[in-house]
């Protein structure tokens, strides 16, 4: 039989994360199977404490029925109005009631107004990166993304979707993407004849690169991307997982300039990951075709129509509820401030941060020519980089070192290499190739054993990354 074909179909390369989730289990099971315990600074999902579902199914159910005293129904059989509609189809821009009541407590907390008619659902972050870009390559023009190096893995995946798109990356320096870098980015993607629709970053709590970038920068970026009429892509997951504080957190782009901004909520961390709520949301005019001009917003409901359709009303529904309070009279009001929800979080992922940095302090202060880590104000990771310097090892954060620290030492780690977009390895071949990402946010422990296990597993890592990199001679 002839083959089907779809000849200028590109086979997509499978990401070092999905590789690792991938290879996971043989590698345990080697490690498990010469006695060692398996220590997690790997995966990068929320912790199974902070997202059991039990408080917050009772809590909606709570909600729920104010919902139905407020209907005014007082006859258990007649059918809420609130409740038809959760499961029936809705329309694209989901339940009104859950965009106003977001709208008014993030737009409370981060100091800036949102429209909820402008509020656009999403399949949570992932699908706000999505949308974002649908809405741009849907012309079949060659676009270029402008993004950070290194940058979300996710976002990569994404962009390499579309065949007739390029990444154009920026390095950065420890307050963020470095401006110069990427005015000189955007010109060359021009010059090579693509348009640039966006930047895409992470500002807080970048994922991968474990910092936060500092105001200043923000405002330096937000300058260039002014001046060269480029829009940016904010995905904002880990603002609310925030160890700064509240006078030294940034201002989002958002609020520096929602004209430019695309901004991307996610439910994902601050509520739980499963019922994928999102929302896009821009206050961007673009001038498109014949010189008319749209509101990026009314563009994003026309492409999301055409592409989910309908939103999924019940979870969109949940989230409503997590975002109000149960009053002592029984009643429910909108809540005050998101950080009312993060605190819970925030407990368990400040005690994390803390192991994790406090420990990397004690075993490796004595080798600071050796080792370098950030110190994340925001998210679930710090990046570990091998400093080559005076070393006469020089490690390399390969495969192999990934593969060594699982099946010799138990260590779940992530190469970093695999988060630098194609061009910035061009440009450095070793970008990535000493560092590691370590991740604070999972074990599969509570309590104070997640405290011991996190513990144990940082001296684990310790231990071994001081076997790799310093001569024996100099170990004290
Ligand atoms: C930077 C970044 N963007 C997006 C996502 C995906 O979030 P969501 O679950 O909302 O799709 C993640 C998840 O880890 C992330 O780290």
């Given at each position: 039989m002839a083959n089907l074909?779809?000849?200028a179909v ?13 290879s996971l289990?043989?590698?345990?099971a080697?490690?498990q199977s010469k ?11 929320p912790?199974?404490?902070v997202?059991?579902p ?12 104010f ?6 129904l007082?006859d258990?059989?007649t059918?809420?109005e609130?409740l038809?509609?959760?499961y029936s ?8 009631s ?5 709208a008014?407590v993030?737009g409370r907390?981060w ?6 008619e402008k509020l656009i659902?999403?399949?949570?972050a992932?699908?706000g990166?999505?949308l974002?870009?649908?809405?741009f390559?849907?012309?079949g023009?060659s676009?270029?993304y ?5 940058t979300?893995?996710?976002?990569t995946?994404?962009?390499s979707?579309c065949?007739?798109a ?7 320096d420890?307050?963020?993407?470095i401006p110069?870098l990427?005015r000189?980015q955007i010109?060359?993607a021009?010059s090579?004849?693509h348009?640039?629709?966006?930047y895409?970053?992470v500002?807080?709590g ?8 500092s105001q200043?920068r923000?405002e330096e970026?937000?300058?260039v ?8 892509l904010?995905?904002a997951?880990?603002?609310y ?9 940034p201002i ?9 901004t ?5 439910g ?5 990951p499963?019922?994928r709520v ?8 673009l001038e498109?075709e014949a ?7 009314t563009l994003?409901?026309t492409?999301s129509?055409?592409?989910l359709?309908f939103q999924?009303?019940?979870?969109l529904?949940?989230?409503e509820?997590?975002l109000?309070?149960?009053r002592?009279?029984g009643g429910?009001s909108?809540?005050?401030s ?11 992922y400040r005690?994390?941060r803390?192991i994790l ?11 600071k020519?050796?080792f ?19 070393s ?6 390969d ?5 060594h620290?699982?099946s010799?030492?138990?260590i ?5 290499y695999?988060f630098?977009p194609?061009?910035?390895?061009l440009?450095?071949?070793?970008a990535g ?6 991740s ?7 309590g104070e054993?997640?405290?011991?296990d996190?513990k144990?597993a940082v001296?684990a ?7 790799l990199?310093v001569?024996?001679?100099?170990r004290?």
């Open positions: 074909v779809a000849p590109r086979k997509q390369e499978v990401s070092v994360t999905r590789k690792m989730a991938a289990p043989g590698l345990r080697i490690a006695g060692l315990k398996v220590h997690h600074l790997g995966a990068g999902y912790h199974p404490e997202t059991d039990r408080g917050f199914l009772n809590h909606q159910e709570g909600y729920f029925s919902l139905r005293e407020k209907e005014g007082n258990p059989e059918l809420p609130f038809r509609e959760s189809y809705t329309d694209t821009l989901g339940p009104l859950s965009r106003k009541t977001f008014e993030y907390d100091g800036i107004k949102i429209d909820p659902p999403t399949v949570g992932s699908g990166i999505s974002a870009c649908s809405l390559e849907r012309s023009e676009i270029a402008i993004t950070d190096a290194p979300y893995a996710g976002f995946a994404r962009a979707l065949q007739h390029t990444i154009y990356s920026v390095e950065m420890s307050e963020g993407a110069d990427m000189s010109r060359k021009r090579d004849g348009f640039v629709p966006f895409y970053t500002p807080d970048h994922n991968p690169a474990g910092f936060s970038f200043n923000r970026i937000i300058d991307l002014k001046e060269e009429q480029v829009l940016l904010e995905d997951p880990y603002l997982i925030n160890y700064a504080e509240p006078e030294n957190r989002t782009f958002l609020g520096i300039a929602p004209e430019q695309i901004h991307l909520f996610t994902s961390k601050i509520g739980f499963g019922p999102g929302y896009l949301y821009s206050d961007a005019v498109i010189g008319e001009t749209v509101d990026l917003s994003a409901l492409e129509s055409s592409d359709l999924n009303p019940a979870a529904r949940g989230f509820a997590l109000h309070k149960e002592e009279d429910y909108v809540r005050e998101m950080w009312e929800l993060a605190e819970a979080k925030l407990t368990v005690d994390n803390s940095l406090q420990t990397l302090e004690e075993r490796l202060c004595g080798y020519d050796y370098d880590w950030t110190t994340p104000d925001g998210g679930f990771f710090s990046v570990f980089t091998f400093l080559r310097k005076d006469s090892v020089s490690v390399v954060t495969d192999s070192l990934i593969e620290l699982v010799e030492h138990g779940v780690v992530i190469p970093m695999d630098y194609e061009d910035a390895r440009r450095n071949p070793g190739m000493n560092q590691l990402r370590l604070f946010c999972f074990s599969e422990s509570a054993a997640r405290k011991r996190m144990e001296e890592f310790c231990d071994a990354a001081i076997r990199a001569p024996e001679s100099e004290s």
